[in-house]
């Protein structure tokens, strides 16, 4: 059985969630405490010394990023619908994942921790400068989506659950993109019952 470490605020481990729940994996789910500061303690900081959740840990392997955690159940399982074996759809997935993380995702940091979590600790600056970058980042992914129902084509990958988590922390900020071609797409994997799993609480 997988244990993954996770918060149920931390858009990182909704997407390792969707997967599990798509894929029908036995897993148990360890709640960190982030607003308490386990993440700091020693006891998590021996499972990840990056202090960041989440992490997966399978028998005698431990792994911290959310993306490199999907990629491998994908390969360990072969779940090659989530992440195809051809190579032109698996660059274009890779791709997204890697634009998720180093564009997309510093800009919904930026914006969604400020307004929504750190209160009267929150950085204006950082939340001018989300909101400044997000445009351009909504526009570049809207284009991508013009034409397909999925970032990598006709059905989704892991791509599109990693890239969803992000656009619905947004919407904790009221600042979820409004492009239609985004928000067509939000609604189709909206519709995944993984990723409906893996939400907070209402």
């Known amino acids: 059985m997988y244990i993954l470490y996770h918060h149920p605020y931390s858009q990182h481990s909704r997407r390792v969630v969707s997967l599990l729940e798509e894929a029908r994996f036995d897993y148990e789910l360890r709640s960190v405490a982030l607003d308490k500061g386990e993440h700091m303690s020693p006891e998590y900081l021996s499972i990840n010394p990056n202090h960041q959740v989440p992490t997966l840990v399978d028998h005698d392997v431990k792994i911290h990023e959310s993306n490199a955690i999907l990629r491998y159940l994908c390969i360990k399982h072969g779940l090659w619908n989530w992440y195809p074996e051809d190579l032109k759809a698996r660059a274009t997935v890779e791709q ?81 993109p409004t492009e239609p071609n985004i928000t067509e797409w939000y609604q189709r994997v909206s519709r995944i019952e993984g990723f409906q799993k893996s939400l907070p609480p209402a």
């Open 96 to 176: 997204w994942l890697d634009w998720n993380q180093c564009h997309f995702s510093p800009t919904v940091v930026d914006i969604v921790l400020n307004k929504v979590f750190m209160g009267d600790k929150a950085d204006p600056a950082a939340i001018k400068r989300g909101e400044e970058r997000l445009p351009a980042l909504a526009a570049i992914l809207d284009a991508g989506l013009a034409d397909r129902e999925f970032l990598a084509g006709a059905t989704p990958t892991i791509a599109d659950l990693s890239m969803a988590s992000n656009i619905f922390h947004l919407g904790l900020a009221e600042a979820m």
